[in-house]
């Protein structure tokens, strides 16, 4: 049986660069969980008591604000690290 041909060139190694690893700001988590729960709180109560004072002038808009405070949270949560 035939030998098989060594290889005469070296495996190529990238050069070793360090990494830094990055870290997300203290805020961040607090402030991405807050805005779920606030979007998910204002379309409940817009849901249980759509005549409260400040809701019930706003009408369907309500849903745009809940939906805008939740899709903030999941922006905030793709710079989460």
Known sequence: ???????????????QTAQTVKVSPRWLAPVMVA??????????VYYVAPTAPLIGALGNWN?????VFIIFGVVLSTRWR
């Open 1 to 15: 049986m035939p030998k098989s041909k060594s290889r005469k060139k070296a495996v190529y190694t990238p050069p």
């Open 35 to 44: 805005s779920w729960i606030i979007g998910i709180l204002w379309i409940a």
């Open 63 to 67: 849903l745009f604000i809940g939906f």
